[in-house]
C-alpha cells in the first residue's frame, strides 16, 4: 500500500519535472532565437518537413471529416426540418473546433513522433554532445527551427483543413442530398464571423507550440528521463508518451481556450 | 601562463548521492599526449565529460588555456570550444548529412570563409585521415573504422589546441587501431596539439603516451612517464598492466550459500 | 532533395495555407480590410435579446448592412446598437428597427421597414422607432393570463 502510494508520488515528482523542463527550454529557445547566427533555411527546412509534407494526410482527412460532418448534420436537421443551416453547422463546427484539433493530431501522428525520435536517437548516439563541444548550442541549432516550423506550419495546415472540410461538407449536402448551394454558402456567410476564425487561428498557433514543444523536449531530455539509457526501446518509449501527451494536451487546451475565449 | 594546457585541481564529482571522482589533481602539459586509464568504472568518461565541459563538478577547478571551466560562463566555454576538438567513441557523426558536410559544420558555423576555402580544407583534413575517397557518403554507410577516422577530422577541422579521445581504439582491429595510433602521433608532432586520450587498450597506450594517469575507485593513483608507470609498485597498477584478473576467493560453503540462496 | 526544390514547395505550402486564410476571412467572416463605404446610425432597444455584433440587417429582405456595435445604457438600462448600414441605403426618420429571429430558433438579426417621411438620417442620427425581441416566454405568458378573463 505503502509502495503505491510512493510510487504514484515520485511518478507525480516526475511529470512536474520535465513540465519544468519543458517550459524551460522553450524560455531559453525563446531567448536565443533572437541572437545572430539566425538559422533561416534551417527554419524553412522544418517548416517543409512539417507542413508541406503533412498537406496529403491533411488535405484527404479534412475532405473525410467534412464529409462525415455534413452526413452526419444532414440527417439530424432534417428530422427538424433545418437542413438550411447544414452550411453553417459544418463550417462553424470546422473552424471552431475540429479544424484545430484534427490538424493538431495529424501532425502530432506525422511529425510529432518523427521529431521525437530524431532528437532522442541524436541524444544517445552523443551527436548532442558533439555539436555541444564544437561551441554550437544545440537547443538554438536543432530544437528552435524545429519550434518555429511548428507555429508556422500548424495554422496553416489548419486553414487548408477548414477549406477542403467545408468543400467536403458542401459535396456530401449540396451534391449528395440536393440541399440548396444559395442556402448551404449563404448560410456559412451569414452565420460565421471574423472571432470564429480568429478563434480557430488562436487555439492552432498555441497547438502547433504545444504540440512541438512537447515532441522536442521528449526527445532532446531523453538522457534524462527515467528510460534514458535503454537505448532504442528508451527513445520509442519516449516517442509514444511524446505522441499520447501532446494529443491529451491538444484535447484540454481546446477546452480552455474555448472556454476562455467565448 | 604555465607551461600546462591543462590543470585539474581537486575534481570532486557525484552523480546523485554516489561520488565518482574524489579529489583529481594533476597537469597535463602542453604539446604532451596524455593518456588516461583505469579499469571499468574508475571514473575515466566522467573525468573526460569534466574536461569537456559537459558535466559540471560537484567542487574543485580546472584551467584550461586559461579559462576555469568550472565557473565559466557559457559564453566563454563556447569561446574555448572554438579550440578543441572531440573524437566521441562511435563517432557521433551527424547522420543526415554527408562525411564532408559533418566535417564542415564547424566552418560553416564559426567562420566566414568562402565556399572553396571550405572544400580545400575539408579535403586536407580528409586527406590526413585517408578518407579522401570517401567524402560524399553518409554516415550509415561507414565501417567503424572510417566512421572514427571521419570524426578525427572533423575534431580537427578548425585546428584545435587541445584535442580529446574518448576510446579511440574500441571495436577496431588490430591495424586500424595501430594506424590511428601513427595518426595521433603525426597530429603531435605536425599540428603541435596537445592530446589527451582515454582508453584501457594497452598497446596503444604504450605507444603514443608521453604520461599516463591512472584512475582507480574514484581515485588518482599516480601519474608519471611510461618508464615510471611499468616499474611502479602500486598493487592496482600492476594488476592493469600485467591483466590480471580479480580474485574470486571464496570458500565452498560460502559459494554454495551465495548460489543456493532463495531458490527454495 | 536540394536547397531550391525545399524552398521552392515550402513557398508553396505558405502561400496555400495564406490564400486558405484569406478566404475563410474575408469570404465568409466577412471580415473587411477597409470599411465598408456607408454610414451609421443609431437605435435604442429594450431588448436586443440575442443578437450579435456583426449580425444581419435586412431590408425587404436584403442584407443592406451590418450590426457594429452593442452598448448598454446603465440610466434608461436600454441596449444601444449601432447599425451600419451600407452606401446608397436610404433610412428614414420613420423607419422602424425591429429586432427579429430567423425561423424561430435562429439567429437574431435587424429588420428594417421603411417610413413615409422624406427626411433622411444621416452619419451618426438616431431611428427612434424601435422594436424589441419578442420573447417567445412573454408571449406565452400573456396568452395564457389574457385567455382566463
Redesign the interface.
Given at each position: 500500500m505503502i509502495k503505491t502510494i510512493s510510487n504514484l508520488g515520485s511518478y507525480v515528482l516526475d511529470g512536474i519535472e520535465q513540465i519544468g523542463r519543458t517550459f524551460n527550454l522553450l524560455l531559453i529557445i525563446l531567448w536565443k532565437i533572437l541572437q545572430p547566427?539566425y538559422q533561416i533555411?534551417p527554419i524553412?527546412?522544418q517548416?517543409?518537413f512539417i507542413?508541406?509534407r503533412s498537406?496529403t494526410v491533411i488535405i484527404i482527412s479534412g475532405v473525410t471529416i467534412g464529409m462525415v460532418l455534413g452526413l452526419q448534420f444532414y440527417n439530424t436537421l432534417e428530422r427538424f426540418g433545418?437542413v438550411g443551416?447544414l452550411g453553417s453547422a459544418v463550417?462553424l463546427s470546422i473552424?471552431r473546433e475540429l479544424g484545430p484539433v484534427m490538424t493538431a493530431l495529424m501532425v502530432v501522428g506525422r511529425a510529432g513522433s518523427a521529431i521525437c525520435a530524431e532528437l532522442g536517437i541524436?541524444r544517445i548516439?552523443?551527436?548532442v554532445?558533439?555539436l555541444?563541444?564544437?561551441?554550437?548550442?544545440p537547443d538554438k541549432?536543432l530544437v528552435a527551427p524545429k519550434l518555429v516550423g511548428g507555429v508556422?506550419?500548424v495554422?496553416?495546415?489548419n486553414?487548408?483543413f477548414?477549406?477542403v472540410a467545408i468543400g467536403g461538407g458542401y459535396f456530401v449536402g449540396v451534391v449528395l442530398f440536393g440541399v440548396s448551394e444559395g442556402s448551404y454558402v449563404n448560410g456559412?456567410?451569414?452565420?460565421?464571423?471574423?472571432?470564429?476564425?480568429r478563434l480557430g487561428?488562436v487555439k492552432s498557433l498555441i497547438f502547433g507550440l504545444l504540440i512541438t514543444l512537447i515532441c522536442c523536449a521528449k526527445g532532446f531530455y531523453l538522457h534524462l528521463s527515467k528510460y534514458g539509457s535503454q537505448g532504442a526501446e528508451g527513445v520509442s518509449r519516449a516517442t509514444t508518451d511524446a505522441v499520447v501527451i501532446s494529443s491529451v494536451s491538444v484535447l484540454l487546451c481546446d477546452f480552455i481556450i474555448g472556454a476562455l475565449m467565448s | 601562463m604555465s607551461a600546462n594546457a591543462i590543470e585539474i585541481r581537486d575534481l570532486v564529482v557525484d552523480y546523485g548521492s554516489r561520488r565518482i571522482l574524489t579529489n583529481i589533481s594533476f597537469d597535463i602539459r602542453q604539446g604532451e599526449i596524455m593518456v588516461i586509464m583505469g579499469g571499468s568504472g574508475a571514473g575515466k568518461s566522467t573525468l573526460l565529460r569534466c574536461l569537456l565541459g559537459l558535466k559540471k563538478p560537484t567542487s574543485g577547478h580546472i584551467h584550461m588555456l586559461g579559462t576555469d571551466i568550472c565557473h565559466a560562463s557559457q559564453a566563454e566555454l563556447y569561446k574555448l570550444r572554438e579550440k578543441m576538438g572531440v573524437a566521441f567513441q562511435r563517432g557521433a557523426l551527424f547522420t543526415s548529412m554527408s562525411v564532408a558536410e559533418n566535417i564542415q559544420l564547424p566552418l560553416r558555423e564559426h567562420t566566414d570563409l568562402d565556399e572553396s576555402t571550405i572544400q580545400i580544407m575539408t579535403r586536407i583534413k580528409l586527406d590526413m585521415v585517408n578518407m579522401l575517397p570517401y567524402e560524399h557518403l553518409m554516415p550509415s554507410e561507414l565501417s567503424g573504422g572510417m566512421a572514427k577516422r571521419a570524426a578525427l577530422a572533423r575534431a580537427i577541422i578548425m585546428d584545435p589546441k587541445l584535442l580529446f579521445f574518448d576510446e579511440p581504439s574500441a571495436g577496431l582491429d588490430p591495424i586500424t587501431s595501430a594506424e590511428l595510433d601513427e595518426l595521433i602521433l603525426l597530429l603531435k608532432k605536425s599540428m603541435r596539439m596537445t592530446i589527451v586520450v582515454v582508453t584501457h587498450e594497452l598497446e596503444s597506450v604504450f605507444a603514443i603516451a608521453d604520461r599516463i594517469a591512472i584512475l582507480g575507485e574514484g581515485k588518482l593513483i599516480q601519474v608519471g612517464t611510461p618508464e615510471e608507470i611499468r616499474n611502479s609498485s602500486n598493487e592496482t597498477i600492476i594488476n592493469l598492466l600485467n591483466r590480471t584478473p580479480r580474485e574470486n576467493n571464496v570458500d565452498r560453503d560460502t559459494h554454495l550459500e551465495r548460489l543456493t540462496k532463495d531458490t527454495q | 532533395m536540394n536547397k531550391i526544390t525545399i524552398e521552392l514547395l515550402t513557398g508553396i505550402f505558405v502561400l496555400i495555407g495564406i490564400a486558405a486564410f484569406t478566404w475563410l476571412a474575408v469570404s465568409i467572416a466577412g471580415a473587411s480590410f477597409t470599411e465598408q463605404p456607408g454610414y451609421t446610425l443609431e437605435a435604442r432597444f429594450t431588448s436586443i435579446s440575442g443578437l450579435r455584433e456583426g449580425a444581419v440587417i435586412e431590408g425587404a429582405g436584403v442584407r443592406i448592412g451590418t450590426v457594429s456595435r452593442i452598448d448598454f445604457d446603465p440610466d434608461s438600462f436600454e441596449a444601444i446598437v449601432f447599425l451600419r448600414i451600407n452606401e446608397g441605403v436610404p433610412v428614414q426618420e420613420d423607419a422602424i428597427a425591429s429586432v427579429r429571429t430567423q425561423g424561430i430558433i435562429g439567429e437574431k438579426y435587424i429588420n428594417i421597414v421603411p417610413g413615409g417621411f422624406d427626411e433622411l438620417l444621416g452619419d451618426g442620427d438616431e431611428l427612434y422607432e424601435t422594436e424589441s425581441a419578442i420573447s417567445l416566454e412573454e408571449l406565452v405568458s400573456r396568452y395564457i393570463f389574457s385567455s382566463e378573463d
Open positions: 547566427p533555411f524553412i527546412k517548416v517543409y507542413g508541406a498537406m433545418s443551416v463550417a473552424i541524436m548516439t552523443e551527436q554532445d558533439a555541444e563541444c564544437m561551441a554550437i548550442s541549432y508556422i506550419s495554422p496553416l495546415l486553414f487548408v477548414n477549406v456559412m456567410i451569414d452565420s460565421v464571423l471574423w472571432s470564429d476564425v487561428l | - | -
